[in-house]
């Protein structure tokens, strides 16, 4: 809280008292003596402690300012200036406060919500938090600029609500990243659920399994799902698949460029730009592209090409019919042996067993090979499952060194806020387990072939 409220140079905060057990009362009292740029703190509530203000005296206070003050403070404002300092994640290192403009927030809303063929007889389903770009921009935005009905099924998410809310609410659209759809659909209640209402939707946040989508689609029945492809430094969507589009198209790419968005692939090292077929790193250039990271101009630097394209980071390859697919992330993808391997082609196959629910696949240190590829992997409910199984499944249709040398059943991932799986996390508990730190590998298995029988090593419950 004070990293942020200091690298912002906020003025004003506005909080409620306490969310499950956060006092946020008590936590800004804490950090408030550090902050002396903070001139107002502003109870959304009723009520607040010596030091802050009550909503209800806030909005007395409003009522000082003259019409003529709010009219000239309205001239002086353009569609360019930045209107959100929206802070990255944070799942590596401090958050990043990304600048976007009440341009490009709009027209974000708009084209994404257009693709849907949202209209006012829409009822959207929104449980992704409110702070993130999806919940803010794409979620009530969306809604607001199309005329659509807002649904919050819950202050937190709750796959149990969020079914509750589609059910009884009727809702036609439905918002969520994959982990969200996957409770969902794996919920216990699901089977007996109506859920006939749904017809659209937006699968975002990270990358959507072919599989998965397949489930949402024909399970849950939202036969109009999109997908949206993104980042916060985009405002965030830069591609989508279209409600009218084929359902291939939509299960097994990010669709196409918004309009007044320009997309490149672009070789990683060479910065050459690529052709259909051949990956790289997807850049975006247009109205969407954040004006840069507050304060941070290295960071600015970084992120931007001084011709405007900016770096997403993602490996991504362009078809011919113009639609992308996301194969991974730059920093994700893992060099065995000088064999590319790409994390989410091993994810993608792991999901078409029949036992499991989800896979994260990281890459772990190796002295022999640089990288050796490890799986984490989630059942299915009730599911039985072997690492032999999942190795013998992968040895039948992948090449040997994309096998996954380790093999880890879990419960769960570790997840951000907004529900986007942790990779750097289970890549550091995996090499901590595996005792990898000084490049060792555990006994009996250096030098062996991920093939061979004896590198069946990990076999452990959450």
């Given at each position: 809280l004070t990293y942020a409220l200091r690298q912002?140079?906020?003025?004003?905060?506005?909080?409620?008292?306490?969310?499950?057990?956060?006092d946020y009362f008590g936590m800004i009292g804490e950090v408030r003596e550090e902050l002396p740029d903070l001139r107002w703190v502003i109870s959304m509530k009723d009520h607040a402690p010596a030091g802050m203000l009550s909503w209800p005296?806030?909005?007395d206070?409003?009522?000082t300012v003259h019409e003529e003050e709010l009219r000239t403070r309205e001239a002086e404002l353009s569609p360019s200036d930045p209107i959100n300092l929206q802070y990255t994640s944070g799942t590596t290192g401090f958050p990043k406060g990304v600048l976007l403009t009440h341009r490009s927030v709009l027209l974000?809303?708009?084209?994404?919500?257009?693709?849907e063929a949202l209209t006012a007889e829409d009822r959207v389903c929104v449980p992704v938090p409110f702070y993130h770009c999806f919940g803010v921009v794409i979620g009530v935005l969306g809604c607001v600029v199309h005329g659509a009905a807002l649904l919050v099924p819950s202050e937190h998410f709750d796959a149990a609500a969020v079914l509750d809310c589609v059910e009884r609410e009727r809702a036609t659209a439905l918002y969520g990243v994959p982990t969200m759809f996957v409770a969902e659909l794996e919920h216990e209640s699901?089977?007996?659920?109506?859920?006939?209402?749904l017809r659209t939707g937006i699968m975002a946040g990270s990358?959507?399994?072919v599989q998965?989508?397949?489930r949402v689609v024909g399970d849950m029945g939202a036969g109009n799902l999109t997908i949206a492809y993104g980042l916060t430094e985009a405002s965030p969507a830069i591609t989508q698949t279209r409600a009218e589009d084929p359902v291939e198209t939509r299960v097994r790419t990010v669709g196409r460029p918004i309009p007044g968005v320009e997309v490149r692939i672009v070789d990683p090292g060479s910065g050459a730009v690529l052709g259909d077929g051949l990956p790289g790193e997807l850049q975006a250039r247009g109205h969407n592209v954040m004006l840069g990271y507050y304060a941070m101009p290295e960071a600015t630097a970084k992120a931007i090409a001084r011709d405007g394209w900016l770096r997403t980071g993602d490996l991504a390859v362009r078809e011919p019919d113009g639609t992308y697919r996301i194969t991974g992330r730059i920093k994700d993808m893992i060099v065995r042996g000088g064999e590319n391997v790409y994390p989410r082609e091993i994810e993608e196959f792991l999901y078409t067993h029949p036992a499991v629910e989800s896979a994260q696949v990281v890459g772990v240190p190796d002295p022999r090979f640089g990288e050796e590829v490890c799986a984490w992997v989630k059942p299915r409910a009730g599911a039985q499952c072997s690492v032999e199984e999942i190795r013998a499944f992968c040895r039948e249709r992948l090449a040997y060194y994309k096998v996954p040398r380790y093999v880890k059943f879990v419960d769960a991932f570790p997840l951000t806020v907004t529900g986007k799986v942790q990779k750097f996390r289970i890549r550091e508990q995996t090499i901590r387990e595996l005792g990898l730190e000084v490049g060792d590998a555990p006994d009996g298995i250096t030098g062996q072939e991920p093939d061979d029988e004896a590198s069946e090593l990990v076999d452990v419950a959450s």
């Open positions: 912002s140079d906020t003025k004003a905060l506005f909080l409620i008292d306490r969310f499950k057990d956060s005296r806030f909005l206070i409003g009522d974000n809303a708009w084209y994404v919500g257009t693709f699901f089977p007996a659920r109506d859920l006939s209402s990358p959507c399994p998965v989508m397949n």
